[in-house]
């Protein structure tokens, strides 16, 4: 595999070099669940951890103990009954704790953003976010307020970490086992930016066949078979089928993606 995997803000860039290891295998997980967690801090908190900070750690962590109940029996029974499910034993427990874990970890970063803030000049999400309750400070059916913006950046992290590290994983895989195709990525991206260049989404247009690369790894190696669920809005006729408003929607992701008729 080529020594390049990269999880940028700016200019910086996080280097997985090979050669460290001296040709054995080694896990990329870590860092990489890591570095996916930071473009998350950087989004919502404008600014990044070391990745051996101890703050990050945890974070990552509880994540994980989230991700692990995620989807489970446990869940589900939750979903089904909380109010039941809060005063029984399980591993849910442990989950409840690491969320609670993750909400105040955004408290505490809502809580610096209150002290240094600058409502003209907003840096990151946080920043947006309590410019918004500012506007909003007089409308009584406004729904901008702290307590939603921790729950906000908590659903960043929770369900934002565990897929991007996913599909990067995927990735990786599938380029080391096309060694070819992995190159003329590499290829493209030193041609467009050199190997010290700043890559931003809006450059995805000069990439065309990393761009394709991208996309083809998620079309093909999905992470999940049903999306969050939706509830209509109002009364939907499609496909021959009477939606009535209220309906709670699954949407079949396996059906959309492997279609043959549209890859």
Same mark, same amino acid.
């Given at each position: 595999?080529?020594?390049?995997?990269?999880?940028?803000?700016?200019?910086?860039?996080?280097?997985?070099?090979?050669? #460290?290891?001296?040709?054995?295998?080694?896990?990329?997980?870590?860092?990489?669940?890591? @570095?996916?967690?930071? $473009?998350?801090?950087?989004?919502?908190?404008? #600014?990044? !951890?070391?990745? =051996?900070?101890?703050?990050?750690?945890?974070?990552?962590?509880?994540?994980?103990?989230? +991700? %692990?109940?995620?989807?489970?029996?446990? #869940?589900?029974?939750?979903?089904?009954?909380?109010?039941?499910?809060?005063?029984?034993?399980?591993?849910?427990?442990?989950?409840?704790?690491?969320?609670? !874990?993750?909400? @105040? !970890?955004?408290?505490?970063?809502?809580?610096?953003?209150?002290?240094?803030?600058? &409502?003209? =000049?907003?840096?990151?999400?946080?920043?947006?976010?309590?410019?918004?309750?500012? %506007?909003?400070?007089?409308?009584?059916? @406004? $729904?901008?307020?702290? =307590?939603? &913006?921790?729950?906000?950046?908590?659903?960043?992290? $929770?369900?934002?970490?565990?897929? /991007?590290?996913? /599909?990067?994983?995927?990735?990786?895989?599938?380029?080391?086992?096309?060694?070819?195709?992995?190159?003329?990525?590499?290829?493209?991206? +030193?041609?467009?930016?050199?190997?010290?260049?700043?890559? @931003?989404?809006?450059?995805?247009?000069?990439?065309?066949? /990393?761009?394709? *690369?991208?996309?083809?790894?998620?079309?093909?190696?999905?992470?999940?078979?049903?999306?969050?669920?939706? +509830?209509?809005?109002?009364? *939907?006729?499609?496909?021959?089928?009477?939606?009535?408003?209220?309906?709670?929607? &699954?949407?079949?992701?396996?059906?959309?993606?492997?279609?043959?008729?549209?890859?």
């Amino acid at each position: 595999m080529s020594s390049w995997i990269t999880n940028r803000k700016s200019r910086n860039l996080i280097v997985l070099n090979i050669f #460290h290891f001296s040709g054995q295998p080694f896990d990329p997980s870590l860092p990489f669940v890591k @570095s996916v967690a930071n $473009v998350i801090c950087t989004l919502s908190f404008g #600014h990044q !951890f070391a990745l =051996e900070d101890k703050n990050l750690q945890k974070l990552v962590q509880n994540i994980n103990n989230i +991700e %692990k109940v995620a989807g489970g029996v446990f #869940h589900m029974l939750f979903e089904m009954a909380p109010w039941l499910m809060k005063q029984l034993p399980g591993p849910h427990q442990k989950a409840l704790d690491s969320a609670e !874990f993750i909400l @105040s !970890f955004g408290r505490q970063e809502i809580e610096r953003h209150k002290q240094y803030q600058s &409502l003209h =000049e907003p840096q990151d999400f946080i920043d947006f976010y309590l410019l918004q309750i500012e %506007k909003n400070r007089n409308d009584p059916n @406004s $729904v901008y307020n702290e =307590e939603n &913006l921790a729950c906000c950046l908590a659903e960043l992290f $929770v369900a934002g970490t565990d897929t /991007t590290f996913s /599909t990067l994983m995927w990735a990786v895989l599938l380029l080391a086992n096309h060694p070819d195709i992995q190159e003329k990525v590499h290829k493209e991206i +030193e041609e467009i930016f050199g190997a010290s260049g700043s890559i @931003s989404y809006q450059d995805r247009h000069k990439l065309p066949y /990393t761009n394709a *690369v991208i996309h083809e790894t998620q079309q093909a190696k999905y992470i999940t078979l049903i999306v969050i669920p939706r +509830e209509s809005i109002r009364d *939907v006729n499609m496909a021959g089928f009477h939606i009535p408003k209220g309906t709670v929607i &699954l949407s079949d992701l396996h059906s959309v993606l492997l279609d043959p008729e549209l890859f």
